[in-house]
Nanobody, 115 residues
Framework: QVQLVESGGGSVQPGGSLRLSCAASGIIFPSNYDMGWYRQAPGKQRELVARITSGGTTYYGDSVKGRFTISRENAKRMVYLQMNSLKPEDTAVYYC????????WGQGTQVTVSS
């Protein structure tokens, strides 16, 4: 029943910024869910980028600490990922995730960082 739709991906130069958005539907009580952003680059495993718990605690993958910020607005059923100081190695498909007892995934949005 829960559905996630990502937006905001695109192509940027190294050092640039993007903000990804994830719109959730089918969630009556968003405070019951942990939310996260994951990414998968060609030839690599899907990895955790950032997550924010139902209580608002945030966690980040080592490669993005200090550059990315995850946030949520429960009343709007929205989750965001602000990405600054982007590097070519950030190039990947980024997926939104919602977790309660099961996981729901968005369709993904492409982020490309190149000169």
């Amino acid at each position: 029943q829960v559905q996630l739709v990502e937006s905001g991906g695109g192509s940027v130069q190294p050092g640039g910024s993007l903000r990804l958005s994830c719109a959730a539907s089918g969630i009556i009580f968003p405070s019951n869910y942990d939310m996260g952003w994951y990414r998968q680059a060609p030839g690599k495993q899907r990895e955790l980028v950032a997550r924010i718990t139902s209580g608002g605690t945030t966690y980040y993958g080592d490669s993005v600490k200090g550059r990315f910020t995850i946030s949520r607005e429960n009343a709007k059923r929205m989750v965001y990922l602000q990405m600054n100081s982007l590097k070519p190695e950030d190039t990947a498909v980024y997926y939104c995730n919602a977790h309660r007892k099961t996981d729901t995934w968005g369709q993904g949005t492409q982020v490309t960082v190149s000169s």
